[in-house]
Each structure stands twice: as C-alpha cells, then as structure tokens.
C-alpha cells in the first residue's frame, strides 16, 4: 500500500505562483510513476503532469506546458508542481497519484493510489 498527502493548494491571484508537494509513504518504491490530475466543478479529471522514477521522464498537458513543472525528490519520496503565471481555469482539486508502471501515464487508469486533494483557487 502507498499513502499520498497533498499540500500547498490555495488562493492566489491570477499571474501568481503555487508550489503543490505530495508526500508518499508505504511501499514507494512499487510505484515509480508519479502524477498530478485536477478536477474542476462540474468536469473530468484530468492528467497535468506525470514523471517516471525509473528513467526522469516526464510529461505535462498542453494546456499548463511552460507553466507548469513536476519534480521528485526521491530521498524524501515528495513530488512537486510548481505552478506558475497562474489563470483562473487552472482552478480545480488537484489530486496526486502513483502508479506502478507498464500503463499509460496521462489517464487515471494508469494509476493505482490516490491522494485526497488540495483545492487550488485563482481569482481574476
């Protein structure tokens, strides 16, 4: 089992910056793939960004790439998104999840274990 806790959701202005941090504990080393998906009121959840232990690789969406950036700490099993130049239509829950690899990487099937959301609010 993996336990993912959230952190670092917020208000912030539009054009502002947020750090989201997500802490694994348990069996971290099954899941070496690493993601972040948002979910706003009344849409999908959705796939922001992703990075594979194993080999550094990453992935982000089209709709936050350049503003958006995941990083991992391995020695602290912590993922981050750093969010920048932030706009009201990136405010949604964000949840971060852990797979264990051999999935795709940019849906929710391609992972096993979830966190339980950090609200992320920009204003206008």
């Known amino acids: 089992q993996v336990q993912l806790v959230e952190s670092g959701g917020g208000l912030v202005q539009a054009g502002g910056s947020l750090r989201l941090s997500c802490a694994a504990s348990?069996?971290?080393?099954?899941?070496?793939?690493m993601g972040w998906f948002r979910q706003a009121p009344g849409k999908g959840r959705e796939v922001v960004a992703a990075?594979?232990?194993?080999?550094?690789?990453?992935y982000s969406a089209d709709s936050v790439k350049g503003r958006f950036t995941i990083s991992r700490e391995n020695a602290k099993n912590t993922v981050y998104l750093q969010m920048n130049s932030l706009k009201p239509e990136d405010t949604a829950v964000y949840y971060c999840?852990?797979?264990?690899?051999?999935?795709?990487?940019?849906?929710?099937?391609?992972?096993?274990?979830w966190g339980q959301g950090t609200q992320v609010t920009v204003s206008s």
């Open positions: 990075i594979i232990r194993t080999d550094c690789s990453w």
């Open positions: 348990g069996h971290t080393f099954s899941v070496p793939v």
């Open positions: 999840a852990a797979g264990t690899g051999g999935r795709t990487v940019i849906g929710a099937l391609g992972y096993d274990y």
